[in-house]
Nanobody
Framework: QVQLVESGGGLVQAGGSLRLSCAAS????????MGWHRQPPGKQRQLVAL???????YCADSLKGRFTISRNNAKNTVYLQMSGLKPEDTAVYYC?????????WGQGTQVTVSS
């Protein structure tokens, strides 16, 4: 099993920045993908960004240039650097681990962007 612990969420003014962290522990496969998803109030969960074991990244088109995903393999931690935050970025942000036959979610961390 893999456990994901998220941190870094909070309240920020529009235009500000936040960095979310997700620390993974447990049976982490050598080849895996981690990512961030978000769920705005009343909406479905949506993909934000992904990063593979070798560092290949993906970011949703609408978020490119503002959101950056990265990882520290030594610490088994993935980050989401968010800048130029907008009220529409308000959501619960979830960390995601995807292995070959195992997937799990973090508990989520609230990000609220005020205008």
């Amino acid at each position: 099993q893999v456990q994901l612990v998220e941190s870094g969420g909070g309240l920020v003014q529009a235009g500000g920045s936040l960095r979310l962290s997700c620390a993974a522990s447990g049976s982490i496969e050598s080849f895996h993908t981690m990512g961030w998803h978000r769920q705005p109030p009343g909406k479905q969960r949506q993909l934000v960004a992904l990063i593979t074991s070798d560092g290949t990244t993906y970011c949703a088109d609408s978020l490119k240039g503002r959101f950056t995903i990265s990882r520290n393999n030594a610490k088994n931690t993935v980050y989401l650097q968010m800048s130029g935050l907008k009220p529409e970025d308000t959501a619960v942000y979830y960390c995601r681990y995807t292995g070959t036959n195992y997937h799990t979610w973090g508990q989520g961390t609230q990000v609220t962007v005020s205008s």
